[in-house]
C-alpha cells in the first residue's frame, strides 16, 4: 500500500488497514485453498466426500481457467507430482506460475482476445481426448468467463469482445454478464463436462460470485445450467443493448435455440465440484485479525452489490448509528459492486465506492475507510483500490481536486493517485471479490 503522511496516526491507520486486508487474501491464497482441501493417501484421492482410486485410472490430466488456476495448478502438482500425465491452465496475465508438468498460458481480462480463444481451442482439444479411465482436475477461478473463451461456431470473438465492453460500461453484474456468455458458448453452462464425459472430473473451484452458485462461477463450465437463452434476452434489453451488438449474437439470442445442459444429464453423474475458498473465508479471516488488534469487529454482508457510489452511501448510513464512543471499531463488506461508466477517465468500482464518501465524512477524524479487489486489480488500472479518511476532502481541496466532478467522468483512479490514496498490491494470485473496512478510532 501506498505510505501517505509520516504522522503515527495516519501510519498505524494504513498499517492498520494494509494488515487485515493482507490478513484476508493470505486466507485464501489458492496453494493454501488446494493443500487444505485435496489430500494423496497412497492411491486414494480425496477432497470433501469424493474419494477416487488412481490405481484404477490410466491417466489423470489437470485442467483449469482463471486468476488463481495457475497457482491452484502449482498446488496440485506438490500433490500429485509425475502422477499427472497432462495439463493446460490459461490464466490472467500476471499471474502465471512456474509448473513442471501443467502447461499455463495467459490471455486478457475482462474482455477477451485471441490467446484466449486459442488456449481453449487447445483446452477443449484435450478435453475430447479423456475417456473413462481418466480422472480430471479442473481447476476453476474468477476471470475464467473471459479467459475460457470458446464461442459457438456462427459467434465471432470480436462480437463477444464488443459486448462484454458494452455490458461492462453498462454496469451489468458479474451474474448478469454470464448468464449471457453461458448462452453464446461451446464450453460453458457445463458444456465442459459434456465435452470430458465419461472421464471422472473433480471441479476445484475459488468462488468470486455472491453465494458462490455453480452455474455462475466462471459460467459454470462443469456444472449443470439452470438459465435459459430468454434469460440472457431479457438482460441485453435490460440495459438496452439488443440493437447496439453485433448481427451474429442479436440473431442468436433472439431464436428459439435453446438448449440447457441440466442436472439430469449423464455428465453430472461423474463430476464433483468443490467450493475451496470464498469471500466469507476472507473476512472471516480480516475479523479474527481485527479482533486481536483490540477492535470490536463485525461482518455487516458478504453479498455486497449494486451500482458502487449508492452501495458506499447505504453502507456508510449502516455504521454511522453503530460507532461507539469509546471502542475502536471494525466494520467489513464482502461482494462485488458495478460502475455504470459515463465518463472518459480511468478508476474502478472500489475506487469509485471510495471517492463517493469522501464528503460524506469530512471531518470525521476517528473515521478510515478502504476498499479494494481481492485479486489486487480495479478495473483497467495498476491499484485494488484506495482509502480516505476524515481529512482527505481537505486535502483534495487543498489541491483543488473536485470530487463530484471527478465521480461524473469516473476517474477515481487519477484523484487518487494526486492524494496518494491509492492501494496498490500488484496481482494477488487469488480472486474472492472485493473488501470493504472501516475502521473507527474514537477519541
Known amino acids: 500500500m501506498n505510505s501517505l503522511h509520516t504522522s503515527p496516526a495516519f501510519r498505524d491507520r494504513i498499517s492498520i488497514g494494509n494488515k487485515l486486508f493482507q490478513t484476508a487474501i493470505s486466507r485464501v491464497q489458492p496453494e493454501q485453498a488446494i493443500l487444505e482441501h485435496l489430500v494423496l493417501d497412497e492411491n486414494t484421492l480425496t477432497v470433501g466426500k469424493t474419494r477416487v482410486r488412481l490405481d484404477t485410472l490410466d491417466r489423470i490430466m489437470v485442467l483449469g481457467c482463471g486468476k488463481a488456476s495457475g497457482a491452484m495448478a502449482l498446488a496440485v502438482e506438490r500433490i500429485l507430482g509425475s502422477r499427472i500425465d497432462d495439463g493446460l491452465i490459461i490464466t490472467s496475465d500476471g499471474n502465471s506460475r512456474l509448473t513442471q508438468y501443467v502447461e499455463i498460458v495467459e490471455a486478457s481480462h475482462p ?23 481418466t480422472l480430471v482436475l479442473f481447476l476453476l477461478s474468477g476471470g475464467a468467463s473471459a479467459l475460457l473463451t470458446h464461442p459457438l461456431p456462427s459467434i465471432s470473438l470480436p462480437s463477444i469482445q464488443d459486448m462484454t465492453t458494452l455490458l461492462l460500461r453498462a454496469g451489468a453484474s458479474i451474474q448478469e454478464i454470464n448468464t449471457i456468455r453461458k448462452q453464446l458458448s461451446s464450453v ?23 453465494g458462490s452458485p455453480p452455474s455462475i462461477i466462471g459460467s459454470g463450465p462443469t456444472s449443470p445450467e439452470i438459465s435459459t437463452l430468454k434469460d440472457a434476452r431479457k438482460i441485453l434489453e435490460c440495459y438496452h443493448l439488443v440493437e447496439n451488438i453485433e448481427d451474429d449474437i442479436r440473431d442468436f439470442v433472439c431464436s428459439d435455440s435453446d438448449i440447457n445442459l441440466t442436472e439430469d444429464h449423464p455428465c453430472f453423474q461423474r463430476t464433483s465440484y468443490h467450493i475451496i475458498a470464498e469471500s466469507r473465508d476472507a473476512l472471516n479471516a480480516a475479523a479474527a485479525q481485527a479482533q486481536v488488534l483490540g477492535f470490536d469487529t463485525s461482518i455487516i454482508s458478504d453479498k455486497i452489490e449494486g451500482e458502487a457510489r449508492t452501495t ?132
Open 111 to 133: 474482455v477477451p482476445d485471441e490467446r484466449g480463444l486459442a488456449a481453449a481451442k487447445r483446452l477443449v482439444n484435450m478435453a475430447e481426448s479423456a475417456d473413462a479411465d
Open 188 to 210: 460453458k453452462g457445463g458444456k465442459l463436462a459434456e465435452i470430458l464425459y465419461p472421464a471422472t472430473v473433480m471441479s476445484l473451484v475459488i468462488s468470486d460470485v455472491i
Open 312 to 443: 458506499a452511501h447505504e453502507h456508510l448510513n449502516m455504521i454511522l448509528p453503530l460507532l461507539s464512543s469509546q471502542q475502536p471499531q471494525c466494520f467489513l463488506f464482502g461482494g462485488e459492486t458495478t460502475v455504470t461508466v459515463t465518463g472518459n477517465g480511468l478508476g474502478g468500482r472500489n475506487q469509485e465506492y471510495i471517492l463517493s464518501l469522501i464528503d460524506k465524512i469530512q471531518e470525521m477524524d476517528g473515521l478510515f475507510i478502504m476498499s479494494s479487489g481481492t485479486d489486487g486489480i480495479d478495473g483497467p488500472t495498476d491499484a485494488a483500490g484506495a482509502w480516505i479518511d476524515g481529512s482527505s476532502s481537505m486535502r483534495a481541496e487543498r489541491r483543488r481536486l473536485e470530487p463530484l466532478q471527478t465521480l461524473a467522468n469516473n476517474d477515481a483512479y487519477n484523484f487518487f493517485k494526486a492524494l496518494n490514496q491509492l492501494i496498490i498490491t500488484g496481482p494477488t494470485g487469488t480472486n474472492v471479490m472485493d473488501i470493504a473496512i472501516y475502521l473507527w478510532f474514537p477519541r
